[in-house]
T-cell receptor, first 115, second 111 residues
């Protein structure tokens, strides 16, 4: 199946700093990618839909100035957690779909720890 | 997208078939049934999907009832590595349509 790669897989940062997470579709183009976060023992919560060349669409309750999304090319979307705080510590996962297929593929996730 | 209902958890003996049920009684005619699983600390993995016919691939089989109000994911010979959370999702297959995850079923395969 298609491959979606996230980087980094783990990151520890200090409170107040910003962290950028990359999501790449390695062997297909994706005009739309999705960002999720997941707390321990909880299900995935959709944060936003990333659209190539236009603004992301955020789910209700997700702060767009806190979680900046950029989808500058057909194979790359980035999520920047700005001014991170310990409560932003979570597992962040991206997803993308091949234009030709019907199933979504997920990255391996990024474990963010804010200290 | 239609809502799904899955059991919270299930146990299965290694080597036996694991049958995971999903109820989706409000499914619309153009909504597909998708199954994903998530092994601990990894991103979800696509397993299979179908519209109304039963489907089989190298990972699993998907049995959809004739009225499409429920389905069953079958892992024919479960292994310890199949221990994961299994998510049943119904959605229109249109590109750009988001996947919304429910609580899923925790499957524990035991030796």
């Amino acid at each position: 199946g298609a491959v979606v790669s996230q980087h980094p897989s783990r990151v520890i940062c200090k409170s107040g700093t910003s962290v950028k997470i990359e999501c790449r579709s390695l062997d297909f183009q994706a005009t739309t990618m999705f960002w999720y976060r997941q707390f321990p023992k909880k299900s995935l919560m959709l944060m936003a839909t990333s659209n190539e060349g236009s603004k992301a669409t955020y789910e209700q309750g997700v702060e767009k100035d806190k979680f900046l999304i950029n989808h500058a090319s057909l194979t790359l979307s980035t999520l920047t957690v700005t001014s991170a705080h310990p409560e932003d510590s979570s597992f962040y996962i991206c997803s993308a779909r091949d234009l030709q297929g019907t199933e979504a593929f997920f990255g391996q996730g990024t474990r963010l720890t804010v200290v | 997208d239609a809502k799904t209902t899955q059991p919270t958890s299930m146990d299965c003996a290694e080597g036996r078939a694991a049958n995971l049920p999903c109820n989706h009684s409000t499914i619309s005619g153009n909504e597909y049934v998708y199954w994903y699983r998530q092994i601990h600390s990894q991103g979800p993995q696509y397993i299979i999907h179908g519209l109304k016919n039963n489907e089989t691939n190298e990972m699993a089989s998907l049995i959809i009832t004739e009225d499409r109000k429920s389905s069953t994911l079958i892992l024919p010979h479960a292994t310890l590595r199949d221990t994961a959370v299994y998510y049943c999702i119904v959605r229109v297959a249109e590109y750009g349509n988001k996947l919304v995850f429910g609580a899923g079923t925790i499957l524990r395969v035991k030796s």
